[in-house]
């Protein structure tokens, strides 16, 4: 989706492509299976930016209050 392009760097910490294009995604996933070192440097950079984002419990946390805002119902926390 358009909003990958908040979290992932094309060819830095992923591998965009368009949606509903099969062939591109076919493509992308050929070139990390073949390609060790792309594979090893995206893998790298994606946790590190995770690590500094906060990690998972950060993002989860952020689309808790995503939902929540659209849900006009003032919960923040996710189970709560």
Known sequence: TP??????????TGL???PGDAEALR?????LLDDDDLRRSIGAAARAQSTELGGSAAMWEAVAAVVSGL???????LGT
Do not use: I, N, Q, S
Not at 27 to 31: D, F, I, Y
């Open 71 to 77: 849900r006009g119902d003032g919960r923040t926390r």
């Open 16 to 18: 965009l492509v368009p």
């Open 27 to 31: 493509t992308a996933v050929t070139r």
């Open 3 to 12: 909003a990958m392009r908040d979290y992932v760097e094309h060819e830095v």
